[in-house]
């Protein structure tokens, strides 16, 4: 079969590759119809995750059809429509139960990497490292779905690829960032990245209840599909965000700060992006932490940071301190993904979000690594790419 | 209120550089690398093409029918140089097709130089036509790449306007809350009010 591996720095090829088998009871093989490029994909194109090897499948966007089951998954039949949650999850371990299925403690298949990195593993994750697993992805004809009588969610007849894609990832991940504001009708939130995450938490945000969505990029059409669904914008290269957000908020901040951005702050808008960005040349910081800096800055006193931005590894020069002082909590993690799944999905049944809005390029799967580059540089209006065989 | 940055009618010149960026967006980084490696070329040649100008001054003038006129021919490989140097240091592609516009300038002057010669052409030099169809040629080439960079710098500046991608069916603000009537907050994300309220009593 075809797919889209990753073979070094800036350097993802489509390839031909072994197909994929039914390995263990509960596995299923998906035929992939649709799949994306995500922006957590870029931090592994531009070589800021470690644990990538030459030959890698990329992708953890996906949906199609079922083609073979293993003998005990008693929750799929082939021709099922699914789409596939980027965290792959046991339904049983201690964290599954509580619904922290980003942090399923059974389905990392390098769990020791995983506990010596972090102090102990997190779930497994299609084409993400090594360091969650080394899932082959789903940017690829075929894909092999482990323990897949638990997360994959069945799509009813009548949805659109286009609509329900997203149910495996950034819909519940921009979703579970405004969730984790626990957002009131006098909050002002703010939310630093107008990418396909900032736009699903700019939405989510409103349809909870937000008095005020402010969100902050310096592009301008990322700006306008911002605006479109009510934000006010702020383009940081055109002026100050921390005077803007006290501007509009009476000078007290906002209350909830959702950081979209995560570990590839864009460089030169401020002194501590250079100082990043150089740390991160001499191997001294893997991860530009700007977003974080700022939103401690800026948040209203016991307020409430949500990080669904990813980030690698270490940053520096936090101000702590503000964070402390001002009692501000932060909550972050990877997307507890089947959490949300039937409840968005309703939503998108009822017509309540269109998630297609956010789709600017669609491509066939062979164009794959052109996409990637368009993707990473934003050229040509680029927010969301998705790909079909 | 809209934007007008973004609600503007597009330009033909606009139409192009999005014309040139979408026709294959697939291959428009491609593209844009050659363009820019062609001017890199330009400007490498435009300083060879300068040294030759100030280290052989006299032997060129021979070739292209300017003997007599070797200040001239001096001074116009200082300006070689000087086009070359800013080619290759210009950071974009908007920067580079200045730099190459203003070789094109100097191709004009070029051009003007040598029709000079060619109308009262000294007997004893060559005849400056071959120079002419030359420079003619590196003129077409310099025109074709200061353009397609200005298309492409504009290309990379333009702006799609997505106002019209709200995913929701309703107006912002009908659209406000719509969630709350099923969404139940979970447990382990509350910080509510209530609570800090109730601290108090």
Known sequence: MKALCWQGKHDIRYETVPDPQIEEPRDAIVKMTCCAICGSDLHLFDGFMPGMEKGDVMGHEFMGEVVEVGRDNKKLKVGDRVVVPFTICCGECEQCRLGNFSVCERTNRNKEIADKVFGHTTAGLFGYTHLTGGYAGGQAEYIRVPYADVAPVKIPDGLSDEKVLFLGDIFPTGWQAAAQCDIQPTDTVAIWGAGPVGQFAARSALLLGAKEVVVIDRLPDRLSMAKACGALTINFDKESVVERLNELTGGKGPQKCIDAVGMESHVGSTIDTFYDRAKQTVMAESDRPHVLREMIYVCRPAGVLSIPGVYGGLVDKIPFGALMNKGLTVKTGQTHVNRWTDDLLARIQKGQIDPSFVITHTESLSNGPEMYKTFRDKQDGCIKVVLKP | ?201
Not at chain 2, 42 to 51: A, N, P, R
Not at chain 2, 67 to 73: A, F, H, Q, V
Not at chain 2, 162 to 182: N, V
């Open chain 2, 1 to 201: 209120m809209a934007n007008p940055e973004l609600t503007r009618e597009p330009s033909q010149f606009d139409e192009k550089a999005k014309a040139l960026v979408r026709k294959a967006s697939s291959s428009s980084a491609r593209r844009i690398s050659a363009t820019r490696k062609l001017a890199r070329g330009l400007g490498w040649f435009s300083i060879g093409l300068g040294l030759a100008e100030l280290l052989a001054t006299r032997r060129l003038a021979q070739m292209v029918g300017l003997r007599g006129r070797e200040p001239l021919l001096f001074a116009y490989g200082l300006r070689e140089i000087a086009s070359g140097v800013a080619i290759l240091a210009s950071p974009g592609p908007k920067a580079q097709s200045v730099a190459v516009w203003s070789r094109v300038g100097g191709d004009a002057l070029d051009l003007a130089t040598l029709g000079t010669a060619a109308s009262g052409p000294n007997p004893r030099d060559a005849s400056p036509v071959a120079a002419i169809v030359a420079v003619a040629g590196v003129t077409a080439l310099d025109v074709a790449c200061a353009r397609t960079l200005a298309l492409e710098a504009q290309a990379a500046d333009a702006t799609t306007d997505y106002s019209d991608r709200a995913g929701m069916p309703s107006p912002p603000d009908q659209m406000r809350g719509a969630a709350l009537d099923t969404f139940v907050q979970p447990r382990d994300m509350r910080v509510s009010p209530e609570v800090r309220e109730g601290a108090l009593h």
